[in-house]
């Protein structure tokens, strides 16, 4: 995000509220950056986006479960049992509400804009109706004290309408509480210029200006981190499906091309059985490209052993006889469907690279438990090579070196001149 965007951005949070990421990018969006646009949208779709910012109401919500015990207790230790029935009540009924509100954010399954707006609203009236029977029905002499205790509601709420109509509604809310605040004295029989009165209304408002102000802050910080990381995660996933896309065509389309472009010594005598070979062999990788781009395969019920001995047959036809050694147990499918899928291409892009560098048409391929994983062992006794006079390429670091890093395993290769190859693949369970 630029700095102009991002400037823009925090300006539209503040002045509309956390509803704003509503409007940001859907999930599906191709770049963060590419979407000007920050204007609010009640009717926005209930992206991922809208599903998570309901969290940031929590928050408030916390404030209120823990702040009103500690209201409380400051009020009996200054006024004693006087006026504690309504006090004690409003005290409980409030931490009733706001733990099951934690219940319903955390449970649920989020709420739409105009929903929430009224939700809003809804709060608001709790609060209003919680102060005014708390003013009405305490005793005179230690009303403004009782009042603090239900405040603690409306403390809240200032918090939640900055979250969510942002700092001109949560300013109008401000504003409106000092009538409010007044209403109260009045209806506890106090005289509006009471001492005691006016000093804890002013506490009262100091109260939700720094509710406000606090919310604004942790606010910015709510939409930017989303959209840093919303950014940070649409690109990676762009990399990660630029990398699927390249081990698709390196893995299956070069790969094909690359065999049916070696010779073969009985190419002239047979020309028709190699032109045969050749469609053959065009239309396999046509469906076997056609699955990869409809998607990844559906898990299915057979073990690791079966998936390896269908590569060893596919990799049969390039003329590579391979010895499996491995019984099917228990442990063979407590692989995951995408740890099992990874090892087995690396298994094969490992084994194609035999045919291919190896000089030799035979391997060994053994399966063994290790170190609280699977560990499958490719082994030739072909020309074998330098590691270092030939670095890994796109196959190596790729097909089979970040794959099963992808999923938490590794991969090491073992080989020197005229020594063959040593392929060792690991996922763990």
């Not at 979407?35 to 929590?58: F, G, N």
């Not at 390196?250 to 094909?256: A, C, E, G, N, R």
């Amino acid at each position: 995000m630029s700095e102009s965007q991002s400037v823009t951005f925090v300006r539209a949070m503040l002045r509309k509220g956390s509803s704003v990421l509503s409007a940001s990018p859907a999930d599906e969006a191709p770049d963060p950056d590419s979407v000007p646009d920050w204007r609010y949208r009640e009717d926005s779709a209930d992206t991922l986006l809208m599903r998570a910012i309901r969290y940031s109401a929590l928050g408030p919500i916390f404030y209120r479960v823990a702040a009103f015990p500690k209201v409380y207790i400051g009020f009996l230790v200054a006024n004693g049992s006087a006026g504690i029935v309504p006090v004690l009540s409003t005290t409980i009924l409030g931490m009733l509400l706001n733990v099951f509100a934690v219940w319903w954010v955390v449970r649920g399954r989020g709420i739409r804009a105009k929903t929430s707006g009224r939700l809003m609203y809804a709060d608001l009236a709790v609060g209003v109706v919680l102060t005014t029977i708390v003013a009405a029905t305490a005793p005179a002499e230690i009303q403004p004290y009782a009042i603090d205790v239900a405040w603690t509601w409306m403390v809240g709420t200032v918090a939640l309408w900055t979250l969510s109509f942002g700092l001109p509604a949560a300013c109008l809310l401000v504003i409106a509480a000092v009538p409010f605040r007044a209403f109260l004295t009045w209806v506890g029989g106090l005289p509006l210029d009471h001492s005691l009165a006016m000093s804890r209304s002013v506490g009262c408002m100091v109260a939700l200006v720094v509710a406000m102000v606090t919310t604004a802050g942790i606010l910015i910080l709510l939409g930017v981190g989303t959209r840093f990381a919303l950014g940070i995660g649409m690109r990676r996933g762009q990399r990660s499906e630029r990398l699927r896309t390249q081990r698709v065509m390196h893995d299956s389309v070069l790969q094909t091309l690359e065999a049916m472009g070696l010779e073969a010594p009985d190419d002239d005598s047979a020309a028709a059985e190699r032109l045969a070979e050749m469609r053959a062999t065009a239309r396999a990788q046509a469906a076997e490209l056609r699955r990869e781009l409809t998607g990844p395969d559906a898990p299915s019920a057979r073990g690791l052993a079966a998936d390896l001995a269908e590569v060893a047959t596919e990799m049969a036809r390039d003329g590579l006889r391979t010895q499996l050694v491995a019984a099917e147990t228990e442990e063979d499918y407590r692989l995951s469907h995408a740890r099992r899928t990874a090892i087995r291409d690396a298994v094969r892009e490992a084994l194609r690279n035999t045919v291919k560098h190896a000089g030799t048409k035979q391997v060994v391929l053994r399966v063994e438990e290790c170190e609280g994983g699977v560990a499958v062992i490719a082994r030739d006794q072909g020309t074998g090579f330098s590691m270092l006079d030939r670095p890994p390429g796109f196959g190596i670091s790729q097909s089979i070196m970040a794959r099963l890093a992808e999923v938490g395993g590794r991969g090491t290769i073992d080989s020197h001149p005229g020594r063959g190859t040593r392929v060792t693949l690991w996922v763990p369970h």
